[in-house]
C-alpha cells in the first residue's frame, strides 16, 4: 500500500472512530491531536483544565477552539 492509500485509510478510520463515539466534549489543549479530533467534530464542546502554571496550552486551545467556531470552556485548577 503506498502513502496516499495509508493516509485515506487512517483519515477513515479516524471520521468512523469520532462518529461512533457520539460525544458532546472533547479534552482540548489546542495540539496536533485534538484539533484533528475536532475539526472531525460537529458541535462538540471543547474542554481546557490546566494548573495554576500552565504555560501555553491555554492560549493555544483558546486560539484553536476560536479558529474552528467551538464553544470552549476553560477549568484552572490548583493542587
Do not use: P, W
Not at 489543549?29 to 494548573?51: E, N, P, Q, Y
Amino acid at each position: 500500500m503506498n502513502y496516499q492509500g495509508i493516509a485515506l485509510k487512517l483519515k477513515n478510520m479516524l471520521f468512523d472512530t469520532v462518529a461512533e463515539n457520539n460525544t458532546s466534549g472533547l479534552l482540548f489543549s489546542g495540539g496536533l491531536d485534538s484539533s484533528i479530533v475536532a475539526c472531525m467534530s460537529s458541535r462538540v464542546k471543547a474542554v481546557t483544565i490546566s494548573f495554576m502554571s500552565h504555560g501555553e496550552d491555554v492560549k493555544y486551545a483558546a486560539l484553536m477552539a476560536n479558529s474552528l467556531n467551538m464553544k470552549h470552556y476553560q477549568k484552572e485548577i490548583d493542587i
